[in-house]
């Protein structure tokens, strides 16, 4: 299924008491389920029967031009989607059609977006609030963005996908909401920008392409009634007036929202990378990203880890005497853990209960969203095993630090270890005289630091106490 129906299918809470062929009272009240969440703006909406069938009928340039502000316009085409009641609390959703957007932010920003083709094919489930099952494809996807700089100059860029897979499932969530599963594959990837270079200068031109990227989300917890209920809100109060006169009503709504997911888990993967570039062509075989976000509960996380691998460089740019260490993968997991989202986010909502002449002292609501968020005042900010890995060596490292609000300085421990030092000691004694004497002092240095096992150098690095850190029982500040 594609992103743009994802954000719009949820809407459908029609009562089963419409179940059977499609009728005039069925039609009516899916118009009004819509808009419920979408207002009753004419044209916005728009559902009739087709056959035993709905076939349904969403603008939201309609929607958006009310809602534009300071110049930004936002055109698209309707959505348009084929409902079937299945009787059970559950519809069948199709949909077939091309698809366009455009944009202007305003700022110089213009954007358009063409999709040639945009299918899919799903059930939805009233009781849960969300696709139980689809699959789609979005075939001929281009995408052009130009900005204009305040100099005149412009930054343009354009995208294009030749092919998108994509299938979803989902169930009820054990611990409430919804649990799904989302997965997207694309092929035919490329991407050119052009980017200005400075006055009496060409712009400087460059190609992206990637054989395919794949798509993998787990997602625990979905309240998709209550994120629907903070949509209804805004769309019934769309300007600042609108909202600050029914403050209790948008805390409400987002209170009864929380908290959104339980957990989101992300991991991507693009492969057969290849960009011609004014230093000549690199390449990657390979990217990888993962990201890991709890929603807005007591066990705060947000993880994020990024590897590439198979690098090729145009010949030329790395000295002769480097080739050889030139790491061929790179990887960094990084995470933070120990606040408490949930506590968090209830003292944040505290803002709709200050004063609106903007000269409240807000040093208690500070102090107050301070220790929801931290309420021990620190925070837990880890690198999970990650690594440098070359021809004949690798460095690993990975560590965990406790950032105290009260202290000027972090405390944690890491390690680090480096297997194929002979490797990397041979490339430096290639390079150039004035490199290598530098090289060789940094290097001995850390040799000289590290505890041997094996073929393994180890670096075992206390800074539990910041002002005296170890590094394998030994004090950097000359102690011990």
Do not use: C
């Amino acid at each position: 299924m594609t992103k743009y129906s994802l954000a719009l299918i949820p809407l459908l809470m029609a009562s089963t008491a419409i179940a059977g062929p499609a009728t005039e009272e069925g039609a009516a009240h899916l118009t009004e389920v819509f808009q419920t969440y979408l207002g009753s703006t004419e044209g916005v909406v728009s559902v009739e029967i087709d056959g035993e069938d709905y076939a349904v009928t969403l603008d939201g340039s309609i929607l958006m031009a009310g809602l534009a502000m300071n110049g930004a316009e936002f055109t698209t085409s309707p959505i348009e989607m084929t409902l079937t009641d299945n009787g059970d609390g559950t519809w069948g959703v199709s949909q077939d059609q091309a698809f366009s957007i455009i944009t202007k932010d305003g700022m110089g920003g213009e954007g358009k977006q063409d999709i040639a083709k945009l299918t899919m094919e799903g059930v939805f489930d009233e009781s849960l609030m969300i696709m139980t099952s689809s699959t789609g494809t979005l075939e001929g996807l281009k995408q052009v963005q130009t900005q204009t700089m305040p100099d005149g100059s412009t930054l343009t860029s354009e995208m294009i996908v030749e092919m998108t897979t994509a299938s979803s499932t989902a169930v009820a969530g054990a611990s409430g909401g919804a649990d799904g599963e989302v997965k997207y594959d694309s092929t035919g990837i490329s991407m050119t920008m052009s980017m200005p270079q400075g006055e009496g200068m060409p712009a400087m031109p460059i190609a992206i392409k990637a054989a395919s990227a794949n798509y993998a989300g787990k997602l625990t917890g979905l309240r998709s009634e209550g994120i629907l209920g903070i949509l209804a809100f805004f769309v019934a109060h769309p300007d600042e007036a609108a909202i600050k006169g029914a403050k209790d009503e948008a805390k409400a709504a987002i209170t009864a929202a929380l908290p959104l997911w339980n957990n989101i888990l992300v991991d991507g993967k693009v492969s057969g990378v290849t960009a011609e570039t004014p230093v000549g062509p690199v390449a990657l075989d390979e990217v990888t990203f993962t990201v890991d976000l709890n929603g807005a509960v007591t066990e705060g996380k947000f993880r994020e880890a990024f590897s590439v691998s198979g690098l090729t460089l145009p010949p030329g740019l790395v000295p002769d005497w480097a080739a050889p260490i030139l790491p061929q993968k790179v990887s960094i997991d990084f995470q933070a853990t120990g606040f408490d989202a949930a506590a968090g986010v209830t003292a944040l909502l505290g803002a709709f209960d200050l004063p609106e002449d903007g000269m409240a002292d807000t040093t208690a609501f500070d102090a107050a969203v301070e220790k929801g968020f931290l309420p021990n005042g620190t925070v837990q900010v880890s690198i999970n095993p990650s690594a440098i890995t070359g021809d004949g060596y690798e460095l690993t490292y990975q560590g965990d630090m406790t950032v105290d609000i009260a202290s000027e300085m972090p405390s944690g421990k890491a390690l680090v270890t480096l297997t194929g030092a002979d490797k990397l000691q041979a490339a430096i004694n290639g390079a150039p005289e004035d490199m290598k004497m530098q090289a060789m002092m940094g290097f001995g240095m850390a040799q000289g630091m590290a505890k041997q096992e094996g073929d393994k150098l180890i670096w075992e690095i206390d800074a539990t106490n910041p002002m005296n850190p170890l590094i394998n029982g030994v004090s950097m500040m000359g102690g011990q």
